[in-house]
T-cell receptor, first 109, second 115 residues
């Protein structure tokens, strides 16, 4: 069962912040986040394995709330290079990875 | 360079043609995957191979036929496709599957157009 992502799209100016949400109707073992730029392969950002854990890379971080079965990706002080489509992937206890429909992020100068 | 190479990058075929997509990974991974990516839709898992054995077939029509001769190569054989099969087909690899899935490494995809 695929997770639901919101919003579908977001437009930012450089330096602004954004939050992308990913929610599941089932209990989750882990959440993956990937980014895909136009015409390129999806690229791994991070995996969150424990409830309430936050991970980050530079100014992109994420949290995972096991109880609420959801994860959020935080884009802080966005840069032009953050533009792309962000996908969350969720693993349930059967360890099968299902992806959301993606959130398209456009960062403008 | 992602370590996962897909060929061809673009393919146009008629509904009666037979063609194949190829994927090669140079990462020493044991698991390989085929995903279908259509506009505005979630990535759809098609097939999973672990140590050359198919471990997942996600109710894919038989006009798509995968082949995994070894852990480094994965093929998707196509025949009598329909226009709705037009999409980006992504190959991915990982160290393992199940609890050991970890990070997926994706290729850049093969853009398929069925006329």
């Amino acid at each position: 069962q695929q997770p639901v992502q919101s919003p579908q799209a977001v437009i930012l100016r450089e330096g602004e912040d954004a939050v992308i949400n990913c929610s599941s109707s089932k209990a989750l073992y882990s959440v993956h986040w990937y980014r895909q730029k136009h015409g390129e392969a999806p690229v791994f950002l991070m995996i969150l394995l424990k409830g309430g854990e936050q991970k980050g890379h530079e100014k992109i971080s994420a949290s995972f709330n096991e109880k609420k079965q959801q994860s959020s990706l935080y884009l802080t002080a966005s840069q032009l290079s953050y533009s792309g489509t962000y996908f969350c992937g969720t693993e349930r206890d059967d360890y099968k990875l299902s992806f959301g429909a993606g959130t398209t992020v456009t960062v403008r100068a | 360079e992602t370590g996962v190479t897909q060929t061809p990058r673009h393919l146009v075929m008629g509904m009666t043609n037979k063609k194949s997509l190829k994927c090669e990974q140079h990462l020493g991974h044991n698991a390989m995957y085929w995903y279908k990516q259509s506009a505005k839709k979630p990535l759809e898992l098609m097939f999973v191979y672990n140590f050359k054995e198919q471990t997942e077939n996600n109710s894919v029509p038989s006009r798509f036929s995968p082949e995994c001769p070894n852990s480094s190569h994965l093929f998707l054989h196509l025949h009598t496709l329909q226009p709705e099969d037009s999409a980006l087909y992504l190959c991915a690899s990982s160290q393992g599957t199940g609890i050991n899935t970890g990070e997926l490494f994706f290729g850049e995809g093969s853009r398929l157009t069925v006329l």
